[in-house]
């Protein structure tokens, strides 16, 4: 509905902008979950997933089966609306769903246990986390189109680092031209999240629980 | 599956993080261990070179007053807490059962926490169904088992809790003080489940007050006292020494 609310792009016809808003949406939905959902979850949510034999680690795994599993729900509204409005550009492009998904649950993981540790030890933090997480909705390129960048805009598409997610969803289902930059930029920032979160997790399991 | 539990001079302390003044902490009080003051955090050592080896059959109880460990030595067993110095191994799956209520969700209903823990507990799906019911019946909560359990009294939350108790599969069984403090009406089908839990269960480990949970339930006494071991032996003999220890104080 915001979509059609929403002044639709000069240059992509109204179905079309659509289906871009509502990639774009879903796949924010879950990036949203994945920052300002993860505020509390060793403070709330650890003695629960003790008394359910779940490890730290298992607890962050349950946290994002339980995100993907809203995500797909998500993408059959997505699937619906491409069958509905959009089934020409169902392609090849298809095929990269799966290293998508890949990605983007990795890179999940990653973001939420960061975000955890350091409003663990900063909780002052949490609510920061979502004002920017709020900020960045707008900053993002959900409802206005990356292609017509100038000025901020051009600015936001290249150094926020959603735009680079939301961008290969698109592509995954066709709605923008597949662009290898966009991978590789995705790529190195999970990786670096990744690897982040994995030497945090090693160094902080142990300490993180004792805190109070 | 051969348990066991090997814990090496053993400390553990929680991390609180300052706010205000914490010029007031450091007051003695009659309970607990002592507070320091640390660089960003207060940090409370709630044990101390604690060492202790637990092996298939052992069934120990863990006595004190408040502040004294228990619940922080249970947690440690369970893994919900992590040591600064020392060792800790434990091998064999555990079942924590720390307080009433403590791994269920009050927002769903008692039949929704069954058929999560069933899936926690690792039940195959085909036979989630019979163990809800189940515990459905074992409940006695008849139409409340369908609604949340936000809306559930005291007595009606222990009735789920201790009909799920039916669901739970471990080697290691730590329960806190919680588990005699049920409804009266329940105690005979609640002891007969306590009794064919521990049966179960290759190490038990609870924390209690009563004289009778600890002799009825365990062979082994610890007292703890200020995060450490001040005794360990036979409940009879352990318990003896602590409340002539408790009267002295008082």
Redesign the interface.
């Known amino acids: 509905m915001l979509a059609l609310v929403f002044r639709p792009s000069e240059t992509m016809p109204l179905a079309d902008f659509y289906l871009y808003v509502l990639t774009g949406f879903v796949l924010w939905q879950f990036i949203q979950g994945s920052i300002a959902g993860s505020t509390d979850v060793i403070q709330k949510k ?3 997933a ?6 730290l680690a298992g607890l962050f795994g349950k946290q994002l089966v339980d995100r993907l599993f809203e995500f797909s729900i998500n993408l059959l509204l997505v699937i619906t609306a491409l069958v509905v409005v959009g089934l020409n550009h169902v392609g090849v492009n298809l095929l990269a769903f799966l290293p998508f998904i890949l990605i983007v649950a990795m890179t999940s993981i990653a973001v939420a246990y960061l975000i955890n540790l350091m409003t663990v030890f900063y ?1 002052d933090l949490a609510e920061l986390v979502k004002t920017g997480t709020r900020f960045m909705f707008f900053a993002s390129p959900i409802f206005w189109l990356a292609e017509e960048r100038a000025g901020v805009r051009q600015f936001l598409s290249s150094y926020n680092p959603v735009s680079y997610y939301l961008g290969m969803i698109r592509q995954v289902f066709g709605i923008e031209p597949f662009s290898t930059r966009t991978w590789l930029f995705t790529l190195i920032i999970s990786s670096v999240l990744c690897l982040t979160a994995f030497v945090a997790y090693f160094r902080s ?3 993180v ?4 | 599956m051969r348990a066991s539990i090997e814990i090496k001079d053993a400390s ?6 300052k706010s205000g003044k914490s010029d007031k902490v450091n007051k003695k009080g009659s309970v607990g261990a002592p507070i320091i003051v640390g660089h960003r ?1 207060l940090e409370v050592q709630a044990l101390k070179n604690v060492s202790l080896s637990l092996k298939n059959g052992n069934r120990v109880g863990l006595v004190g007053i408040n502040g004294s460990g228990k619940s922080t030595l249970l ?1 440690l067993c ?7 110095s020392g060792s800790i191994s434990v091998k064999g ?6 307080a009433l209520g ?2 269920i ?1 009050p927002e769903l209903s008692g039949r929704r926490n069954a058929e ?2 069933c899936l ?2 690792g039940i195959p799906q085909s036979k989630v169904t019979d163990y809800v019911d189940e515990v459905a019946t074992f409940s006695e909560l008849g139409g409340y088992f369908e609604l949340p359990v936000r809306s559930y009294s005291a007595g009606m939350r222990s009735r789920l809790v201790m009909s799920l108790l039916r669901l739970v599969r ?1 080697d290691i069984l730590i329960m806190d003080e919680w588990i005699s403090t049920t409804d009266p009406s329940m105690n005979k089908t609640v002891s007969k489940l306590q009794a064919d839990l521990i049966e179960s269960s290759s190490i038990v480990i609870m924390a209690s007050h009563s004289q009778r949970v600890l002799s009825d339930w365990t062979e082994t006494l610890i007292w703890l006292d200020q995060g450490e071991i001040k005794a360990m032996g036979p409940v009879a003999e352990v318990y003896k020494d602590y409340h002539q220890w408790m009267k002295k104080r008082a």
Do not use: C, W
């Open positions: 650890l003695e629960f003790i008394h359910n034999n779940l490890t909780p399991r142990d300490f629980r004792n805190i109070k | 553990v302390t929680y991390y609180l993080r955090y947690k369970a893994g919900a807490l992590a040591i600064q799956r555990v079942s924590p059962q720390f403590a791994g969700k999560l823990k926690y507990m471990g």
